[in-house]
Each structure stands twice: as C-alpha cells, then as structure tokens.
C-alpha cells in the first residue's frame, strides 16, 4: 500500500508542472527516450525526476527516523 501510494504520487509530480505535458508523453519518455524531442528528455531527466527522487528519499528517511528516534 504504502510503495502504490508514493508510486502513484510520484507519477503524479512527473506529470504535472508548468510545462503541461500529458502522461503518455511521460511514458514515451520513460520507456523510449530517442523517440522523443530532446526538450521533453531533459524536463523529465534533468528537472522534474531528481526532485520527485529527492521528496522520495526524504520521506523514506522521515518515515525511518520517526520510528526510530525518541524524544528526550
């Protein structure tokens, strides 16, 4: 449950942005990125995926220490 639900969200911040692009643009650009124009390569790869990875790690690391760290 929890994997869908950051799965789903992080397809979600992939796809919407101030650039507009619709998902099966995303998709195309996932699974084949020669077929699509260099532009949309470079939004996904270089701007949106390292941030959706950054909130994922972040929350992963929440998640962790909030279970493992006690206040004093």
Request: net charge positive; proline share 8%.
């Given at each position: 449950?929890?994997?869908?639900?950051?799965?789903?969200?992080?397809?979600?911040?992939?796809?919407?942005?101030?650039?507009?692009?619709?998902?099966?643009?995303?998709?195309?650009v996932l699974?084949?990125?020669?077929?699509?124009?260099?532009?949309?390569?470079?939004?996904?790869w270089d701007?949106?995926?390292?941030?959706?990875?950054?909130?994922?790690?972040?929350?992963?690391?929440?998640r962790f220490?909030?279970?493992?760290?006690?206040?004093?």
């Open positions: 449950m929890f994997i869908t639900f950051f799965a789903l969200l992080m397809i979600l911040n992939l796809v919407l942005g101030p650039a507009n692009y619709n998902l099966w643009d995303m998709i195309k699974i084949m990125p020669n077929t699509v124009p260099v532009q949309l390569r470079v939004v996904l701007i949106r995926m390292p941030m959706a990875l950054m909130v994922l790690l972040i929350r992963l690391i929440y220490l909030k279970h493992r760290c006690k206040p004093f």
